[in-house]
């Protein structure tokens, strides 16, 4: 075992800690399949402790003064960043992603605790005078209280930090719940925070493998006001409705469908650099991931080449080895990536490069480009979360518009095309909450990052991601 694999104990108050019944789960390597470490499998009671632990410190962490919230959570990128070489080993040994793709998540999971330590001293409200003159109106942005927070394995790092950094500026105390797959990093995390010096209580981390039954305990319980989840619609729908009962505040950042538009006049040298960029990172594993991508026909069967020669060569193999593609995250996503490929080839989708899983052991796949992929064909309804890409050839804007359009998702969309004014007309006609112009990545952690539709609710970044921790308070005043 490396010296980077942290504690597997649950955080609770500052102590580490065995599950109440002792129980725990193993976190294997998907790149070798070995088993990494042993980790706590937190129970219900686990759970409800933490939550305890996170509402016995909610009141000195929220009267602390601001800038001293602020130069704790500068200090955690401090801490962070000096400690960004391990981290970046121990995600690449969970989550299977190449170390490029690593160093890139952990600057800037990094990035979320500079960003709010800067945020933490200007929650500012607001002061006026009521349009009837009869009284002024003072407003103040005050924590949301105790936040349940359930992250994703895809960024272990980035998607606890863009949570937690927030919550902590806004005077928030935390429990996370990360996912089963990669709760190493997101303990390492939590122990990043406490050298950091955040006190006992104000972020408490329990993996578990009981993910229902752990966040049902949660959203029930008194203290916790607020609910910040990322990973599928799918459970974020189950989510939202447990947190009907206590009328719990949400965000959801949820799944993605992402289209990749291709105009004829773009550059397409960089409209390629762009596509491998906005499929390829993470190994197609992403929420911003290209799921389709939609080329005007005169240069649709040039840019699927294109693409398919550089997908083609890229190297497959382990993330320690330095290979540029790793493993998807289990056996279970290999195979459905397989169907899906599987559907649009027996629909007549024709394999540029690539079409199957890799005969050796982890769970890798090879980077795939299918060309002249037909209306109907599953993958372009639903998220890969594999390296493959779909080509459509489109004949007008409105066409291409409307097929990006048609999805119950909205997170991002990319337009590449020389034209600023088409790119702008076309990006405010899209159905996203991100328009990435000539570009492959939107993500910033100075930017309001979220979806529409079914894509999610709220903003995680910028400004807008702190003020999802706090609610406004109305002080009229004669
Ligand atoms: P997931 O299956 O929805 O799981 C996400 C988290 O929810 C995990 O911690 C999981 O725990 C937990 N969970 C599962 N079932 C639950 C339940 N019934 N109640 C409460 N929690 C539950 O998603 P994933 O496969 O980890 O992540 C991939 C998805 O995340 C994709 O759809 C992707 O697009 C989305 N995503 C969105 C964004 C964004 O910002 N919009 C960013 C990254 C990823 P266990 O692991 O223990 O099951």
Redesign the pocket.
């Known amino acids: 075992m490396s010296a980077a694999v942290p504690a597997g104990g649950l955080r609770i108050g500052g102590r580490t800690v065995d599950a109440s019944d002792g129980g725990s789960f193993a976190v294997a390597d998907p790149a070798s399949e070995e088993t990494i470490a042993e980790v706590a499998n937190g129970t219900v009671q686990d759970a409800l402790a933490a939550a305890d632990a996170a509402a016995a410190a909610a009141a000195d962490w929220a009267g602390r003064a601001p800038r001293e919230r602020s130069e704790i959570l500068r200090a955690a990128f401090e801490t962070m960043t000096a400690r960004a070489g391990e981290i970046a080993e121990l995600i690449v040994r969970e989550n299977g992603k190449p170390r490029a793709d690593a160093e890139g998540e952990t600057a800037y999971a990094a990035e979320f605790f500079r960003w709010y330590a800067e945020e933490a001293v200007r929650n500012l409200g607001s002061f006026g005078t009521a349009p009837s003159g009869a009284n002024r109106m003072l407003v103040v942005h005050q924590p949301v209280g105790v936040c349940l927070l359930?992250?994703?394995?895809?960024?272990p790092a980035a998607?606890a930090t863009r949570k937690i950094g927030p919550a902590l500026a806004a005077g928030c105390t935390v429990v996370l719940?990360?996912?089963?797959?990669t709760p190493l990093t997101a303990l390492l995390v939590a122990d990043v925070l406490a050298e950091a010096g955040v006190p006992d209580g104000v972020v408490n981390v329990v993996p578990?493998?009981r993910?229902?039954d752990v966040?049902a305990a949660l959203l029930g319980h008194d203290a916790v006001r607020k609910l910040s989840?990322?990973?599928?619609?799918?459970?974020g729908r189950?989510?939202l409705r447990a947190a009907a009962d206590r009328v719990v505040n949400t965000s959801m950042?949820?799944?993605?469908n992402a289209p990749f538009l291709v105009f004829a006049d773009a550059d397409l040298d960089a409209a390629v650099d762009g596509a491998m960029v906005a499929k390829m990172r993470n190994i197609g594993e992403?929420?911003t991931a290209a799921n389709r991508f939609y080329v005007e026909a005169p240069v649709a069967e040039e840019f699927a080449e294109r693409l398919a020669a550089r997908m083609g060569a890229l190297d497959v193999g382990p993330g320690l080895d330095g290979a540029a593609v790793g493993p998807l995250v289990n056996a279970a996503a290999v195979e459905s990536v397989g169907e899906l490929v599987d559907d649009a080839t027996g629909r007549g989708a024709r394999v540029l490069c690539g079409g199957a899983a890799l005969d050796r052991a982890g769970h890798f796949y090879a980077p795939t480009v299918l060309a002249g992929v037909p209306a109907g064909a599953r993958l372009l309804g639903e998220?890969i979360?594999g390296p493959v890409a779909p080509v459509v050839a489109f004949d007008s804007e409105d066409e291409a518009i409307a097929a990006a359009n048609d999805t119950e998702y909205g997170?991002v969309s990319y337009v590449y095309s020389r034209d600023l004014d088409r790119a702008l007309r076309v990006g405010e006609r899209l159905e996203a909450g991100m328009i990435a112009v000539n570009r492959g990545l939107v993500s910033d952690p100075a930017a309001p990052?979220g979806?529409v539709k079914q894509?999610?609710l709220g903003r995680?970044g910028g400004h807008e991601g702190l003020l999802d921790y706090t609610e406004s308070k109305y002080f009229a005043i004669p």
């Open positions: 359930i992250t994703p394995w895809n960024f998607m719940k990360p996912a089963s797959e578990s493998r993910s229902g966040a989840f990322t990973g599928s619609t799918e459970i189950l989510l950042e949820l799944g993605g992403a929420c998220e979360f997170l990052f979806g894509s999610g995680e």
